[in-house]
């Protein structure tokens, strides 16, 4: 089973339902900001996407530009990190797509159509 983990607020979250929905694709919904991950899930999370922790950051979040945690993303142990992110639902990346198999980070159609491309007719 699938599950869209995303905030309410964000509208890149409100289109990756809508992508979701007219590919019929079925999933649950998390809510990022009443059930944030806590470390031991971010770790799982990042080992199933075998991509790099970067992938998991809102880089566009204000408080990741203004304690530069771009730059201190790169230095700090990973452990570290996964705490930091778990501290601040809005430092994680959203929407994730996680299933057993695999987890896709942001909406990036591409990545998505990859997964969930439309049935030929």
Known sequence: MLTLIYKPECETCRKAMEWLDVRGVEYTLRNL????????????????????????????????????????????????????????????????LVSENFILTGFAKSDWEKRFPLPVE
């Open 33 to 96: 900001n009443e059930n944030r991950p806590d470390s031991e899930e971010l770790r799982a999370w990042h080992k199933l996407s075998g991509a790099p922790l970067t992938s998991f950051w809102n880089t566009a979040e204000t408080s990741f530009r203004s304690f530069r945690l771009f730059t201190s993303s790169r230095l700090l142990p990973v452990e570290q990190q996964y705490l930091i992110m778990t501290a601040d639902a809005n430092l994680i990346m959203h929407p994730l």
